[in-house]
Nanobody
Framework: VQLQASGGGLVQAGGSLRLSCAASGGTFSRFIMGWFRQAPGKEREFVGVINWDGTSTYYADSVKGRFTISRDNAKNTVHLQMNGLEPEDTAVYSC????????????????WGQGTLVTVSS
């Protein structure tokens, strides 16, 4: 499956952005979808994950209560709604797909998309 993230940009602290990840080449509803981010000079960090039908989500403590993941299986798309953005959220955000793993281990995901840059100014 091929994944393409979009929706990044420059936003002021306290603002919001909605990222999207479009999937193609596979049966999207069979994949668990995760979001990760990587800030300059830092390791890749788990953001959150959503299960096959969208009934379960799990977030990193750093984004819990501010970020929300949703999916539209009819449109082969997963979204990351980011509210209350902080400068520390500045990073390249990437989506990933897993056939069976539901968790925060980036090395457990099977497919990765190209990331989209989010920059939060103070």
């Amino acid at each position: 499956v091929q994944l393409q993230a979009s929706g990044g940009g420059l936003v002021q602290a306290g603002g919001s952005l909605r990222l999207s990840c479009a999937a193609s080449g596979g049966t999207f509803s069979r994949f668990i979808m995760g979001w990760f981010r990587q800030a300059p000079g830092k390791e890749r960090e788990f953001v959150g994950v959503i299960n096959w039908d969208g009934t379960s989500t799990y977030y990193a403590d750093s984004v819990k209560g501010r970020f929300t993941i949703s999916r539209d299986n009819a449109k082969n798309t997963v979204h990351l709604q980011m509210n209350g953005l902080e400068p520390e959220d500045t990073a390249v955000y990437s989506c990933a797909a897993s056939r069976s793993y539901y968790g925060d281990g980036y090395d457990q995901y099977d497919y990765w998309g190209q990331g989209t840059l989010v920059t939060v100014s103070s």
